[in-house]
């Protein structure tokens, strides 16, 4: 396959977090503060009841029996984020990856230095979307890298990480892959779009992973793990690496906090699928909390639609929801003005808005 590297973007480098956190301060450095609303403790306001799909039994079902098709539908619809149980990732890879996350995050920084984000592109660890020096920072490091296609890989990056977190990353991004377009190919059902079109769309997907450590902090009221988003991928599936609670969505108006549960995928609806369903799924805010007591780790795996592809409203759904509500972009052109600019809600999906 032709080598076809892609440079996403580049975001200012940043001091590590959890180097910082490791001083014995009380409080936090004014960059890390945000003035924004109260920020509730994870235990203020769980979210008992977001939807847990069985993707074995989604798989399974025969087309005159579709519960767990229609659950599927109204938590894209209603909730834009939901758990995944039966996902077939067996669990020895599962404890694998982690273990070899954890590994990552407690290298001594002189190598994590090696691995660090450089000023031209933003691959590696620190952090994503920063474009001034006097933008508020978040209060966690992440290590980001592009996975899938293999062909558009920074390769020596990927040449850089310890051998046995690569052989992981690969297999856990395979299954990533396998676990998206199950779903993907689940939610075009439901939706009623055309098999080919779907295909066409996502079958050679560009994916990219983000592994996010939020370290213990002196005054968690006044900073945010990962500021207020919705993700511009198609789905994202989230994977809590501890039990440490600290993913909160809006839902009518008001952060609530998802509890991690054991064995289950936290998956979200992305603004591409906002886009591509021409509205009919809903990418969801979300926003990562931090506390004084316990670290927090997770990995988001992005799926986007295939790079060569133009991203706009699924024609064959066009027909049935009316107007087309979003402009239409190269996907690489979409992906690329997202990374310039600073993180903020939903205003690139309103970006991507007709009027
Ligand atoms: O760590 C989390 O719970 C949220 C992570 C997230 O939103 C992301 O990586 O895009």
Do not use: C, M, W
């Given at each position: 396959m032709e080598n076809h590297k892609i440079n996403f973007g580049r975001s200012l480098i940043v001091p590590s977090v959890q180097e910082l956190a490791?001083?014995?301060?009380t409080k936090i450095p004014?960059?890390?503060?945000?003035?924004d609303d109260h920020h509730p403790a994870p235990d203020d306001d769980p979210l008992p009841s977001l939807p847990v799909i069985d993707l074995h039994s989604l798989l399974a079902?025969?087309?005159?029996?579709c519960s767990e098709l229609n659950k599927l539908h109204t938590a894209s619809t209603h909730w834009g984020f939901f758990q995944v149980i039966?996902?077939?990732?067996s669990e020895s890879l599962l404890e694998d990856f982690k273990r070899e996350v954890l590994n990552m995050f407690k290298l001594p920084m002189e190598d994590k230095l090696k691995l660090w984000q450089e000023e031209d592109n933003h691959e590696g660890f620190g952090q994503l979307?920063?474009?001034?020096?006097e933008q508020k920072l978040d209060w966690s490091d992440m290590f980001y890298i592009t996975t899938l296609p293999?062909?558009?890989?920074?390769s020596q990056l990927f040449q850089k990480l310890p051998l046995i977190l690569r052989e992981k990353l690969e297999a856990y991004s395979m299954e990533m892959k396998r676990v998206a377009m199950a779903i993907l190919g689940q939610m075009g059902k439901a939706l009623g779009m055309d098999i080919e079109e779907m295909s066409e769309l996502f079958q050679d997907g560009f994916q990219s992973v983000r592994m996010n450590y939020y370290p213990p902090c002196p005054q968690p009221d006044m900073a945010l793990g990962f500021s207020p988003h919705s993700d511009a991928d198609a789905l994202t599936i989230l994977y809590?690496?501890?039990?440490?609670a600290g993913l909160q969505i809006r839902k009518d108006g008001k952060w609530v906090t998802v509890k991690p549960q054991p064995g289950a995928l936290v998956v979200n609806v992305g603004d591409i699928m906002e886009i591509v369903t021409n509205g009919v799924y809903k990418s969801v805010e979300h926003r990562a909390i931090v506390n004084s007591n316990n670290e927090r780790m997770s990995v988001a795996t992005f799926y986007s639609s295939s790079m060569g592809t133009e991203l706009g409203p699924a024609r064959s759904l066009v027909a049935q929801h009316g107007a087309t509500k979003f402009r239409r972009v190269p996907l690489e052109t979409y992906l690329k003005e997202f990374f310039a600019r600073k993180l903020d809600g939903k205003s690139y999906l309103d970006f991507m808005k007709l009027d």
């Open positions: 490791k001083q014995p301060i004014h960059r890390y503060v945000h003035h079902q025969a087309s005159d029996s039966n996902h077939g990732i979307f920063v474009v001034s020096e293999h062909n558009i890989r920074q809590q690496l501890n039990d440490t």
